[in-house]
């Protein structure tokens, strides 16, 4: 006679394709890592998977997880509440917010169905999961709970945005940032140093600053390309065959942080510059404008002090992004 050693922990239907499983590597931004706050899986892959830097997701297709299946998960999250409160769902899939807004409504409704203690959504999305949703729209996933969402802008350079094939402009970046700053939700806008390589980095960082003063971001997240084999996909990112073939030169660790400080300088809206990420030798984390002097003055530090070949050998031993 078999027992059931865990009665209330609910046995995954075989039919269902992920269950409690995840599809790739759990994604989010680091201090998202914490003790009320847990994952849930609503798609996989990501919707465009073909930005050039990137490896995450490419060997997962892009897809959505069926309601039936979340909700099954949601009853794993539910025994974790009656633990420790969760107060924070973060979606998974690359790009979660690509999913319509009556799925993204339908989702909410379940997960606070489900989770008594909830108080908020996150997800990270791309500008063009944007393009099918309104101003109206977003306030109601405010109010539906969804807050601090993360997009990894990258660039509000067309060049650079062309030349690693992000799958929009700098007009419909524009118009997804006006879109986010009147719907009032918290967001964080990523962006990337060293994308352009070698010798392009002020262009980029001045039009992405003056993009996010437009935008007014409530965080901006720094982070540095780091062109580094990812184990899960068993792959390096599609542009370093450029670098292989010498068409493309990676920007110089020093001259990262000149590009950084440059940023920093064109920066003029209330945020917090969180550059904090494992990608980035030295980091930063500084209120503007209150901190902005002071940061200058640490960036430039690094400028002036910082050891290029040692930096070089951080960046090679990187091996999550
Ligand atoms: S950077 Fe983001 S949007 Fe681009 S391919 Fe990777 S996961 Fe998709």
């Given at each position: 006679?078999?027992?059931?050693?865990?009665?209330?922990?609910?046995?995954?239907p075989?039919?269902?394709?992920?269950?409690?499983?995840?599809?790739s590597p759990?994604?989010?931004?680091?201090?998202?890592?914490?003790?009320d706050?847990?994952?849930l899986?609503?798609?996989?892959?990501?919707?465009?998977?073909?930005?050039?830097?990137?490896?995450?997701?490419?060997n997962?297709?892009?897809?959505?997880?069926?309601?039936d299946?979340?909700?099954?998960?949601?009853?794993?999250?539910?025994?974790?509440?009656k633990?420790?409160?969760?107060k924070?769902?973060?979606l998974q899939?690359?790009n979660?917010?690509?999913?319509?807004?009556?799925?993204?409504m339908?989702?909410?409704?379940?997960?606070?169905?489900?989770?008594?203690n909830?108080?908020?959504?996150?997800?990270?999305g791309?500008i063009?999961?944007?393009?099918?949703?309104?101003?109206?729209?977003?306030?109601?996933?405010?109010?539906a709970g969804?807050?601090r969402?993360?997009f990894?802008?990258?660039?509000?350079d067309?060049?650079?945005?062309?030349?690693?094939?992000?799958?929009y402009?700098?007009a419909?970046?524009?118009?997804?940032?006006?879109?986010?700053?009147?719907?009032?939700?918290?967001?964080?806008c990523?962006?990337?140093?060293?994308?352009g390589?070698?010798?392009?980095g002020?262009?980029?960082?001045?039009?992405t600053?003056?993009?996010?003063?437009?935008?007014?971001?409530?965080?901006?997240?720094?982070?540095?390309?780091t062109?580094?084999?990812?184990?899960?996909?068993?792959?390096f990112?599609?542009?370093?065959r450029?670098?292989?073939?010498?068409e493309?030169?990676?920007?110089?660790?020093?001259?990262?942080?000149?590009?950084?400080?440059?940023?920093?300088?064109?920066?003029?809206?209330?945020t917090?510059?969180?550059?904090r990420?494992?990608?980035?030798?030295v980091?930063?984390?500084a209120?503007?404008?209150?901190k902005?002097?002071e940061?200058?003055?640490?960036?430039?530090n690094?400028?002036e002090?910082?050891?290029?070949?040692?930096?070089?050998?951080?960046r090679?031993?990187?091996?999550?992004?």
């Amino acid at each position: 006679m078999s027992r059931d050693t865990s009665p209330s922990i609910p046995a995954l239907p075989k039919a269902f394709k992920y269950g409690p499983r995840f599809a790739s590597p759990v994604n989010s931004p680091s201090y998202e890592w914490r003790d009320d706050t847990q994952f849930l899986q609503v798609t996989t892959g990501c919707s465009h998977n073909a930005c050039r830097f990137c490896t995450f997701f490419k060997n997962v297709p892009y897809g959505k997880v069926p309601l039936d299946e979340v909700e099954f998960y949601l009853r794993y999250v539910a025994l974790c509440d009656k633990v420790m409160p969760v107060k924070r769902v973060f979606l998974q899939g690359s790009n979660a917010l690509h999913l319509s807004y009556d799925e993204l409504m339908e989702i909410s409704e379940l997960v606070y169905a489900h989770l008594p203690n909830l108080e908020s959504i996150g997800s990270y999305g791309r500008i063009s999961d944007l393009r099918d949703k309104s101003v109206e729209q977003l306030r109601s996933l405010k109010d539906a709970g969804y807050d601090r969402l993360f997009f990894g802008v990258e660039s509000a350079d067309d060049y650079l945005l062309k030349l690693m094939c992000k799958g929009y402009d700098s007009a419909e970046l524009y118009e997804a940032g006006a879109k986010l700053k009147e719907s009032g939700i918290d967001w964080a806008c990523t962006v990337m140093f060293g994308l352009g390589g070698r010798g392009y980095g002020f262009e980029h960082a001045i039009k992405t600053a003056e993009f996010c003063n437009f935008a007014e971001p409530d965080i901006v997240g720094a982070v540095s390309m780091t062109l580094t084999y990812d184990p899960y996909t068993k792959m390096f990112p599609p542009i370093k065959r450029a670098v292989d073939r010498g068409e493309f030169v990676e920007a110089g660790e020093i001259e990262r942080y000149e590009e950084m400080r440059e940023f920093v300088r064109h920066l003029n809206v209330d945020t917090l510059f969180a550059a904090r990420h494992s990608t980035l030798p030295v980091g930063f984390l500084a209120l503007i404008p209150e901190k902005k002097e002071e940061l200058i003055d640490a960036i430039t530090n690094v400028i002036e002090e910082g050891d290029e070949v040692e930096m070089k050998r951080f960046r090679e031993r990187v091996r999550e992004v």
